[in-house]
């Protein structure tokens, strides 16, 4: 993957934002899980490590699809997540995922179409050619960075159930097992997590169904084995570890919605000129650009208005936030 840049600058080192004797404990515990999930007893979990780890799988680079920007590292990408149903701190995930069994994995389907049932993971995938595109990715929390996802475009995956001309919407459930998820014994949020798209956003050729992370399967923390990436809004939208999937007539309701109206809309598509109402949203931080960088700024859409503007002509973007 010539195109990918290994990071030059020094990255934070999660040795700077941690004290230095956990950091070192914590590296040692890491190297543990690694060596577990070579032996095969862990699959497709943790790798908290500086070079990617997992499964390779055979994908076509997008170029067309994929920004210019340099990718954040694969540690970087790996151990600063939110992923709530594992906890609250930004190395949670990458802690606590690896209780995640992806394997084996089944897709409910429902609701306004006419194929509907329960499908095997792997019959899903075995239809679907994978290609990488570099997408960036902004929090609702002024942060971004920029990934090599591995995926396919969520329209081929909805075209195969056939929607009806009732189907208006797209609902999205992650998988409920407080057992595997441990931050789902907590109710910070109305488990389990859902979100949803209107049926054009969701059948916007960006919209893509990430299986994949640096030509790898895609690690439990970042969502594994399936989860949403729309690019155009803020990360809340792009759902991990996807376990039902149904068309429906009326809005769907969404986790973050739901836990706090007037801070999170439906739509959340990226916009500098909406600001939270805790925080700007005008500019983000890179995550590992050095601590003296300045900030950047955010642009419409994430920077994909070119492609997605057109989808909300003619709504009040301060109403439908
Ligand atoms: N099920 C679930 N999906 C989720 C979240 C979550 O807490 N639970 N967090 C969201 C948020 S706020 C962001 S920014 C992205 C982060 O994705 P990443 O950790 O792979 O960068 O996942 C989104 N998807
Ligand atoms: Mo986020």
């Known amino acids: 993957m010539a195109h990918i840049h290994r990071t030059a600058a020094a990255p934070i080192a999660p040795s700077q934002i941690t004290p230095e004797r956990v950091w070192l404990t914590r590296r040692r515990l890491m190297g ?3 060596t577990a999930a070579l032996a095969g007893l862990a699959p497709g979990a943790v790798s908290a490590t500086a070079e990617p780890s997992g499964a390779k799988l055979a994908y076509t680079p997008n170029s067309r699809y994929s920004v210019r920007e340099r990718p954040n590292s694969f ?3 790996t151990t600063y997540n939110n992923f709530y149903e594992f906890g609250l701190q930004k190395d949670s995930a990458s802690e606590n995922a690896g209780s995640l069994r992806t394997r084996p994995w089944s897709v409910a389907v429902g609701g306004e179409a006419e194929v509907r049932g329960t499908f095997n993971l792997e019959d899903l995938l075995r239809e679907q050619p994978l290609e990488e595109r570099i997408y960036r990715l902004r929090c609702v929390e002024a942060w971004s960075m920029v990934i090599p996802w591995v995926g396919f475009p969520l329209a081929r995956l909805l075209a195969r159930f056939k929607p009806t001309s009732r189907a208006r919407y797209v609902a999205f459930t992650t998988l409920y097992s407080p057992a ?18 209107r049926i054009d956003e969701a059948m916007h050729p ?22 949403l990436v729309v690019p155009w809004k803020y990360g809340f939208k792009s759902i991990k570890s996807i376990v039902r999937i149904d ?10 919605n739901i836990a706090a109206p007037d801070e999170y809309g ?16 005008a500019s983000e931080r890179r995550i590992g650009a050095p601590l003296f960088a300045a900030r950047q700024p955010t642009l419409p859409f994430n920077g994909y208005a070119a492609e997605v503007a057109d989808l909300y002509r003619g709504m009040d973007l301060r109403r439908y936030f």
Do not use: C
Not at 247 to 256: D, G, I, M, V
């Open 32 to 34: 543990g899980a690694l």
């Open 75 to 77: 540690e970087d990408i």
């Open 180 to 197: 595997q998820m441990p931050g789902q014994r907590v109710k910070v949020l109305d488990w389990p997590y859902v979100e949803g798209l």
């Open 206 to 227: 960006l919209t893509l169904m990430v299986v994949g992370l640096y030509g790898r399967v895609l690690p439990n923390q970042d969502g594994a084995p399936l989860r």
């Open 247 to 256: 068309f429906t007539a009326t809005q769907p309701r969404n986790s973050w």
């Open 266 to 281: 439906f739509y959340a598509n990226v916009n500098p000129r909406v600001d939270h109402p805790r925080w700007s949203q």
